[in-house]
């Protein structure tokens, strides 16, 4: 790599999921320290021309939704620019690191935590170094020791916030903005990495965490956390941070009080993993003097169930304090449980007539493939393949998602719309499969059928 040369950092499309504007958060953080030239770029606005002119292509193989765009990237980079050094990184790239530089066109995946490694690849590649000194690495023939763990200070000392060199994604996070409603697209505040629950379906829990970043939790320090935030609120144009971790229950109540013992000019999105006291909603709407958004989770999700339970009626009380409060209130269902949880849906249609103003979201449980001892896939092969074919489809529900993210970005309206036309539907699912099982039994028992179907 010549001193010169530019790394192309790409974010992959997400096939099967209308929401390409999430970026990783590490990805940003990433970007902003290589020491480097960089050109940021989503996918669609790749040409070859800089492709050609790159030296290293980096990606985000995060979510497993973008599994097979970034394979298909990785090999149009390599046809059009056979010497092209490319790298992905993220949970997804941990768990197929084999496959991705030994079938496909990738050259390195970082493994786990990259805040240590991919700085030092970009400078070993533009010192033509020896890259088996770089930690983490799966490289075609060799795995480096995989010795890098994030630490607070390297946390602490990285900036996950900076779009300087991101100018696509500044310009739609500023759109995002514009209006009222959390749009999802930036900020999302970096707090701690990891999480203390046990659910078996997400690589957050200890047990795939260790395998996936040799690391349990680690956290910033409370005060880099204030400093961001401090930050935000001078932009300007930022309206409200996006809070993704719990961190009210998951660190130390002396960190919270630090964090929240002061005010900020921003709204909040807060997402409560179990059921919230209620100072842990008064903090929250003391703290944050603008907009504010809080999701609670029932049901498999988010731990609810594998700590204590489904929790859908504790759910309401909180809600309502929250909404007394201005917030607008997000109730979180995986209506996947419904189908084979008859109590969970019982108690789901209860809670129907009690929510009103409140915004309903289906939050089904979501793909993941066990990392074996070493952090790779089980089984890789099959798995590979089921993964991306899976991250081709495009359900019918995509294409009506990417039409309705469209148009709720026009304005203030449509959004709200959206969330109230979403609502509905998603009572009217719960509903009619509430009264979908005794109507087949009814049915078997007129057909004189003895054993009714199994509820889907
Ligand atoms: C926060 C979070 C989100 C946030 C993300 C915010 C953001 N912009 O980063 C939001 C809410 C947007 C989100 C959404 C979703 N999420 Co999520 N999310 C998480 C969560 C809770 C934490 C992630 C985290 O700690 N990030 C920490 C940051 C600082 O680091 P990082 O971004 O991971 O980046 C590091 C590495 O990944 C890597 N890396 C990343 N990019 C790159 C690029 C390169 C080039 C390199 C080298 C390295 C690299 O290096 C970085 C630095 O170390 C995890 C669960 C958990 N506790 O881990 C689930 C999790 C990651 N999410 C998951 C899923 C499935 C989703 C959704 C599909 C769920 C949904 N209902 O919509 C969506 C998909 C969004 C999309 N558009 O595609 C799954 C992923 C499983 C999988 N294999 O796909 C997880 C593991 C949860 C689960 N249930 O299993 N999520
Ligand atoms: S609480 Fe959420 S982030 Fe933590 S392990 Fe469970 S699903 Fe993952």
Redesign the pocket.
Known sequence: MKKNDTVL?VHPR?MS?G????????????LNAVPAPVKALFQNEVSDNDLRSAAAL?????????LSSAVALARRGRTVNPSLFI?????????YAAPLVQVFDFDA??L????G??PE?VKTLREAGDLHSVPNLRLREKVTPWSYV?TRED?DS?D?LSLSRFPSLLRLARESHRFEGAR?V?P?L?V????IYP?D?????PN??KLL?RRGVVARSPARVLEDLRRLEAMGWVRRV?V??DFLKILSPEYADEVLGTTYNLGIYY?YYEVPRPEDILKLAQAFKGEKTFSFFTGR?HAANSVSGIRVGEILGPARLAKKLGATVRINVPLDQLRRDAEFLAACKAMLVNMRGMDLV????????TPDPHGAAQEAPQDLAW?LDESKRRPFSWAIREVVVRWSSRGEMPYKWLWRLNTLALKAKIASSYYARPLRQLLARVLGNAAPPPAR
Not at 362 to 369: A, K, P
Request: aromatic fraction near 28%; glycine fraction near 10%.
């Open positions: 950092f997400h999921y929401r390409d504007n999430q970026v990783p958060m590490g990805f940003l953080g990433l980096a990606m985000d193989i995060f979510w497993y939704m973008s790298v992905a990184g993220g949970y997804t790239a941990t768990v995946v970082v786990g935590d990259a805040e490694p991919f690849l994030l946390y990285f996950y999802f930036y999302f970096p701690y990495k990891g999480c659910c379906y997400c690589y957050g829990a795939y965490q970043t996006y993704v971790g997402e999700n289906d939050s089904s449980l979501w793909y993941l493939r993964s």
